[in-house]
């Protein structure tokens, strides 16, 4: 029997758009690569040439969190197979990526996010400087994944009460506050910018609008990013900025799992490893027996 990516992808009716989309890209890269291999069908795979698969990324210096989620995908689509007969054993079962040290999330100086924020160097029209504001000030001030708040209606906010519900990973939702400097931005945009940039096409609901009144979407906020970050910057280090800075102001793991909207608080340990560090340097630069 062939692969059936199509069959697997279907099976997947709990889990995210992203998520469906990276098990498809993780999947046909590992289905070609085996075929160079002469692999051509799931029943000849065996734990060698999935092991020999990891190590290869390895070799190519991938990102060991991106070498883990293709294993994760990789466990994913063989116990489907198994269940539905496609093959008798898992060859996957268990299978993990190869140890060594992870990168760490890169954390933005403070100096960064003041320019990012408070002093942007663009020349932008009020309405998408007022959009990027708001769009800056949750990412940052509110921890929001680029797909959460790409994904934002006018029903999920509430002003008055200084929240946002948010649809996350999987379709779970969670109640998130807004601080201050954030409720203002989004105001500012919703009641300002927003009826500039809508058009008879905009949608409605659509809290955040592009240029030409389309419904914003990541690949928007990365060249957002790009023309007022003073440095090369990735949407998700303000989330990473976000969770670590509420660590290092002494916040409960649970309660910053909670904001983050993780399933697993082990997902939220990574940032006690970054705020460990940021204290660390923090000590060698600033005190006399640093």
Same mark, same amino acid.
Request: charged fraction near 25%; proline fraction near 7%; aromatic fraction near 6%.
């Given at each position: ?13 709990? $889990?995210? @758009? ?26 000849? #795979?065996?734990?060698?040439? %999935?092991?020999?698969?990891? +190590? ?17 995908? %990789? ?22 990526? @190869? /140890? ?7 954390? =933005? ?25 708001? #769009? %800056?000030? =949750?990412?940052?001030? !509110? ?8 994904? =934002? ?10 929240? =946002?519900?948010?649809? /996350?990973? /999987? ?12 409720? $203002?931005?989004?105001?500012?945009? &919703? ?12 949608? !409605?609901?659509? #809290?955040?609008? /592009? ?18 970050? @003073? ?21 409960? &793991?649970? +309660? ?35």
């Amino acid at each position: 029997m062939g692969w059936d990516f199509d069959a697997f992808e279907r099976s997947l009716t709990s $889990a995210a @758009p992203a998520t469906i989309s990276a098990y498809r890209s993780d999947l046909r890269a590992f289905a070609a690569w085996a075929a160079r291999s002469g692999v051509e069908t799931p029943t000849e #795979v065996d734990r060698a040439l %999935l092991r020999r698969y990891l +190590a290869h990324l390895t070799t190519r210096r991938y990102a060991r969190r991106t070498i883990a989620r293709k294993a994760s995908s %990789l466990r994913r689509y063989f116990d489907w197979a198994r269940r539905r007969g496609v093959v008798p054993v898992d060859p996957a079962a268990g299978l993990t990526a @190869p /140890g060594g040290t992870g990168r760490l999330p890169r954390v =933005l100086r403070d100096d960064e996010l003041r320019v990012l924020l408070d002093d942007p160097v663009v020349d932008d029209p009020p309405p998408v400087r007022q959009r990027d504001d708001a #769009v %800056l000030e =949750l990412l940052y001030g !509110s921890g929001l994944r680029v797909s959460e708040l790409c994904g =934002l209606r006018r029903a999920d906010v509430d002003l008055d009460a200084r929240a =946002l519900t948010v649809w /996350g990973k /999987g379709g779970t939702q969670r109640r998130v506050p807004i601080g201050e400097p954030g409720a $203002a931005a989004l105001a500012a945009w &919703l009641h300002e910018g927003r009826p500039q940039l809508a058009t008879p096409d905009s949608p !409605s609901d659509a #809290v955040f609008l /592009g240029r030409r009144g389309g419904p914003l979407g990541p690949r928007d906020v990365r060249r957002l990013l790009d023309r007022r970050a @003073p440095a090369p910057t990735h949407p998700h280090a303000l989330r990473h900025t976000f969770a670590t800075h509420l660590l290092d102001g002494g916040a409960d &793991l649970r +309660a910053v799992q909670e904001l983050l909207g993780h399933a697993d608080v082990g997902t939220t340990q990574i940032y006690t490893h970054v705020s460990t560090e940021r204290l660390q340097r923090v000590h060698r630069t600033t005190h006399p027996r640093g």
